[in-house]
Structure formats: structure tokens, C-alpha cells
């Protein structure tokens, strides 16, 4: 009791020592903390006029439809805020973006659609956040900023569909996580979960069941059982075919890429072109060419084509670079790559045709990738040797007219996949 009235003595004096609204109660805790309990007040807003050195804030039970900006500027302090059983409905980005000394936040039981994720960020000391019970449709791939001493996420009975992968990644604290209750469209998206559920401590079962709400034939299952076999992630291989042009005999030479993919839901395939001395980025995220489409009446440089495969016709120096295949599906994406380079030869009798009959029509090899990524991009190096006839050096200056008059020997493979 003593500290109570000596601080009331104080108040006198400073003013805004215990300043409680008319509807709340304050009272000094042991521990020094000073609680404002304002629960169960018909309140429809934050009260105005409260201490700054309240720690713990109850306004639980009220009619609170909205957050503003500046909402809780007079209580920096505050490390428990209990909103639960509002109707908040709006959230303005900032309302919380101050309160750096946050450990608790409860707004279950409310009526948010959008919360104001980047809030977050400052509230590095966040312990438990409550977020069931509301509207939200879905959370941004990194709501959840580092908040390495968040211990429980709660998320149940909200409209989450869907969650993206890595969404709990930056919370090493993490226990607990209710997320059941939410419509979950188990498409291969979600299927993350149930690999991350088997390889954490965290449990997503306490409480209840996440279930599926689609698709059909998954409906009432729950999010953890998605059999495996639905969702394979890609694996990519890469072959490549150059034609010596046995048709067309002085076209030039086409070199033909084919990207094989395999998955489930089947991969789509996206091509990345980056050539060397031009030092152009291309992205080709499809097809094209029509199936049968004939590529001499296409404008396009690169030809695509929907069974994987890609043409280069009258491939040259100019042309050269890092062709990149990338395949992507709703369980991740793989590449594989091949840096290709042309290296004139003068003489083909050295040249490795003769012990291998074949390669003028199929040159090379193939690539395929393992889970890792290429960070340097560059893959396998796939090197075209071709003839140019004796006599010709002198006069064609550049790459272009010498792959004219040469008749293509060899593509040689070097594989160096990694
Ligand atoms: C409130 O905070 C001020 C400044 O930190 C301090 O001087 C005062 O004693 C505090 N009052 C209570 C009741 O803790
Ligand atoms: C959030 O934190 C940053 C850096 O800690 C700070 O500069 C900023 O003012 C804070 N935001 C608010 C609204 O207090
Ligand atoms: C579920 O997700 C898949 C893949 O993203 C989508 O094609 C499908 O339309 C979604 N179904 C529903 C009911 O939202
Ligand atoms: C499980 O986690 C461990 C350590 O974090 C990791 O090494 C392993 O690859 C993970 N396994 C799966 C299947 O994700
Ligand atoms: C893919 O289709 C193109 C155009 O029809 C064809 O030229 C190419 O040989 C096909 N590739 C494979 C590997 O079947």
C-alpha cells in the first residue's frame, strides 16, 4: 500500500505518475509493474489518459473496432496488451510499430482480415502473439520477421488457405502453433508443412487437427497426410542435340537443348539465357512455338518449344553463354544449366569424331541436378568444336560466316556438374 499512496502523493506533483482513465483501475504490482485493467468496459476505443509506465494493459471484452497510429502512444512501456473479444477490424500499420518492449499481444476474437506485418519488426522481445479467431485470408512469406523469442503463434480459426514455405522459419523459439481451423487448400503449396511438422519440435496437432478443405479428394484429411507420391519436387535433366544440318547443309548449325523434367503437379519449365559477350539476360517462361510450329517463319531468336525442348538455329558466337533450364512446381523448383562455347578446329582429323560415329548427329551428354542449387550459375560446360575449312581463316573475320562454310564435327560434353 505504502508505494500506492506515496506515488499518489506523487501525482500531485508530476502529474501523470499513476493517471488512470475513469474506466479502468490501475494498480502498482509487486513486481513493480504497473497494471491498467480495463476490461469489460463497453469500450469503443483505447482509453486516453493512461500512465506511461503501464506495463500490462487489459482491454479485453469491448467494442474496439479500430487501431490508429498513435493508439497506444501514451504507454511505451507496455509488455502485455490484451485486446482478445473486440471488434478490431482495422489495424493501422503502426499501431504497434512502437511498442519495442511487447511480450505479449492477444487480438483473438476479433474481425482482422490485414495486420500490419512490418509492425512486427520492432518487437523483437515478442513472446506470444494471438491472432485466432479472426478473418485472415493468408500471411506474407515473411510476416513472422527474426522474433527469436516468439514461443507460441496462434492462428487457428482464421481463412488461411494457404502458407508459404519458410513462413516459420525465423523463429527459432518457436513451440507452439495452432493453426487448425482454417480453410487449407492442400495443393502441393502446403505440402512443406507436413515435411517441416516431421522434422521440428514444434507441434501443429495441440488443440486439433489441421485439416484440408480442398480439394475434393482430400477434404477432411488432415494437412499432415498428404501422401507423399501427390507432391514430388522437380528434377530436371539436360541434354542437348547440335545438328550438323543434314537437311539444311550450309544453314549453319542448330544447336537443340532439351530439358527433361519430372514431378508432381509436372513441372513447368522456364529457360534463363545469359550470354556471354553481349552480357544479355533473356527469361523465356514458356513455350513459344506452337508444338508443330516451323521455326523459320518464328521471330523468335530462341524457339521454345512446349515438349522441353530449345532451338538455336544458326547457333553463334554471339549466342554464347549460360543456358539455364529451370523447372518449377508447387513443391519448389530445380536447375540445371549448361554454359555453351564454340571453339573453331582446323583440322578434323584430330578431332574425336572418328572413334565415335554417332556424334554428328548427337553430340554431348547430359546434366542433371541434384538438390542443391548452382550458386555460380554456370553448370556444365558444353563446348562445340566445328571444321572450318583450311583457307577460309584469312578471309572470314568473325564466328558467324566461318560456321557458314564449317561443317560441324563435334559437340563435345565436358561435364562438369555440380
Ligand atoms: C514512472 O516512471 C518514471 C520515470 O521512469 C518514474 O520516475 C516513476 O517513479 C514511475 N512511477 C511508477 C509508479 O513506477
Ligand atoms: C521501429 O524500430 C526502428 C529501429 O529500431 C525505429 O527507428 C523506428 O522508429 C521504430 N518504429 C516506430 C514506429 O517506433
Ligand atoms: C487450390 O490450389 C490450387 C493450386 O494452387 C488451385 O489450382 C486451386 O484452384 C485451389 N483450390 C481452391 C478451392 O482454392
Ligand atoms: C531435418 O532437420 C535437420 C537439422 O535441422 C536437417 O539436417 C535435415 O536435413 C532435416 N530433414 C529434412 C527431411 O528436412
Ligand atoms: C520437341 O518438339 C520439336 C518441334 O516439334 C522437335 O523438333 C524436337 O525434336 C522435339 N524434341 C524432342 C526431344 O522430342
Redesign the pocket.
Known amino acids: 500500500m505504502r508505494p500506492l499512496l506515496c506515488c499518489l502523493g506523487l501525482t500531485m506533483l508530476l502529474g501523470s505518475c499513476l493517471a488512470c482513465p475513469t474506466a479502468c483501475s490501475c494498480s502498482l504490482k509487486k513486481n513493480g509493474r504497473l497494471l491498467a485493467e480495463c476490461a469489460y468496459k463497453d469500450l469503443q476505443e483505447v482509453p486516453q489518459g493512461l500512465s506511461s509506465n503501464v506495463t500490462i494493459l487489459t482491454l479485453s471484452a469491448n467494442r474496439i473496432s479500430r487501431l490508429g497510429q498513435g493508439s497506444f502512444a501514451e504507454v511505451p512501456e507496455v509488455q502485455s496488451l490484451w485486446l482478445g473479444y473486440n471488434q478490431i477490424g482495422l489495424v493501422e500499420p503502426g499501431a504497434f510499430a512502437s511498442l519495442v518492449h511487447l511480450k505479449n499481444l492477444d487480438l483473438s476474437h476479433n474481425k482482422i482480415s490485414a495486420f500490419p506485418w512490418q509492425d512486427l519488426r520492432n518487437l523483437s522481445g515478442l513472446q506470444i502473439l494471438k491472432l485466432n479467431n479472426n478473418r485472415l485470408g493468408g500471411l506474407p512469406r515473411d510476416a513472422f520477421p527474426s522474433l527469436k523469442d516468439l514461443r507460441s503463434l496462434w492462428l487457428n480459426d482464421n481463412e488461411l ?2 502458407l508459404a514455405e519458410g513462413t516459420f522459419d525465423s523463429l527459432p523459439s518457436l513451440s507452439q502453433l495452432q493453426l487448425f481451423n482454417n480453410p487449407f ?1 492442400c ?3 502446403v505440402f512443406w508443412l507436413k515435411k517441416w511438422t516431421e522434422n521440428t519440435s514444434v507441434s501443429i496437432t495441440k488443440g486439433g487437427s489441421t485439416l484440408c ?3 475434393g479428394r482430400l477434404k477432411g484429411r488432415a494437412v499432415t497426410d498428404i501422401p507423399d507420391h501427390h507432391c514430388v519436387a522437380p528434377s530436371a535433366q539436360l541434354t542437348y542435340l547440335s545438328n550438323p544440318g543434314n537437311a539444311v547443309p550450309y544453314d549453319g548449325l542448330t544447336l537443340s537443348l532439351h530439358c527433361s523434367v519430372a514431378g508432381s503437379p509436372p513441372p513447368e519449365i522456364r529457360w534463363k539465357i545469359h550470354t556471354s559477350a553481349s552480357r544479355r539476360r533473356l527469361e523465356i517462361s514458356g513455350p513459344n512455338v506452337a508444338r508443330d510450329g516451323n521455326g523459320k517463319q518464328s521471330p523468335e531468336r530462341f524457339l521454345v518449344f512446349k515438349n522441353g525442348t530449345m532451338a538455336i538455329p544458326k547457333f553463334s558466337k554471339e549466342d554464347e553463354g549460360i543456358y539455364t533450364c529451370l523447372a518449377v512446381n ?1 513443391v519448389g523448383s530445380r536447375e540445371v544449366s549448361v554454359n555453351v562455347a564454340l571453339a573453331g578446329s582446323e583440322n578434323p582429323a584430330e578431332d574425336w569424331l572418328r572413334d565415335e560415329p554417332q556424334a554428328s548427329h548427337l553430340g554431348g551428354g547430359s546434366c542433371s541436378k541434384g538438390d542443391e542449387m548452382d550458386p555460380s550459375g554456370a553448370g556444365e560446360k558444353l563446348v562445340i568444336v566445328y571444321h572450318m575449312p583450311k583457307g577460309s581463316k584469312s578471309r572470314a573475320g568473325g564466328a558467324v560466316p566461318q560456321l557458314r562454310l564449317g561443317t560441324l564435327l563435334l559437340a563435345l560434353g565436358v561435364a562438369v556438374c555440380w
Do not use: G
Open positions: 488457405t494457404t487448400n495443393s502441393c503449396k478443405a480442398a480439394p508447387d
